[in-house]
């Protein structure tokens, strides 16, 4: 199916450890976004892509780099993990010009100790 | 500063029991304002966008509306299946952010 794919879908690392999380769209779209859902607190923007080899930074991007590899893949990397990093963190895409949501992937559920 | 606020923070209804859901956001340029349905477990899943006051979308047993300062979810006889967590976000001019209120968690009893 159509969609937006992240791995792995739950990590456990040390603090202090570093990691990529993946996500790959096959719809073609043009933008692409990494938000963290923690408790209590709505979807943050960490960094996103408008478009191939362009990125930029959200609301909370310390502490995270990213990468846009090519129209399909936008990958997330946490240098040195920290306690505050664990979080939910969701991938999403949407096609400049359309009028309609962004598409979210499943989620990658990220415990920092 | 964008803020969205969503209320109540959670809802129980009996089934058949309708009830609305509020969004009110304060925003320099809107530019679109979006509700999602997020099942435990998943990704946010698109549901409605609304551009302009006056505006209504429907799906199903859900209705969207918008006015010039929030937003309206109304959900008509509602079915088990309809348990989740509802957000709003709001995009502003010039902006590639959405701004995410904090979602209602909606549970529907049989």
């Known amino acids: 199916n159509a969609g937006v794919t992240q791995t792995p879908k739950f990590q456990v690392l040390k603090t202090g450890q570093s990691m990529t999380l993946q996500c790959a769209q096959d719809m073609n779209h043009n933008s692409m976004y990494w938000y963290r859902q923690d408790p209590g607190m709505g979807l943050r923007l960490i960094y996103y892509s408008a478009s191939e080899g362009t990125t930029d930074k959200g609301e909370v991007p310390n502490g995270y780099n990213v990468s846009r590899l090519n129209k399909r893949e936008f990958s997330l990397r946490l240098e040195s993990a920290a306690p505050s990093q664990t979080s939910v963190y969701f991938c999403?895409?949407?096609?400049?010009?359309?009028?309609?949501?962004?598409?979210f992937g499943s989620g990658t559920r990220l415990t920092v100790v | 500063e964008d803020q969205v606020t969503q209320s109540p923070e959670a809802l129980r209804l009996q089934e058949g029991e309708s009830s609305s859901l509020n969004c009110s956001y304060t925003?320099?340029?809107?530019?679109?304002l979006f509700w999602y349905r997020q099942d435990p477990g998943k990704g946010p899943e698109f549901l409605f966008t609304?551009?302009?006051a006056g505006e209504e979308k429907e799906k199903e047993r859900l209705k969207a509306t918008l006015t010039k300062k929030e937003s309206f979810l109304h959900i008509t006889a509602p079915k088990p299946e309809d348990s989740a967590t509802y957000l709003c976000a709001v995009r502003v001019g010039g902006s590639e952010k959405l701004v995410f209120g904090k979602g209602t968690k909606l549970t529907v009893n049989p």
């Open positions: 999403a895409s949407r096609d400049l010009g359309v009028p309609y949501g962004y598409t």
């Open positions: 609304l551009y302009s």
């Open positions: 925003v320099s340029g809107l530019r679109g």
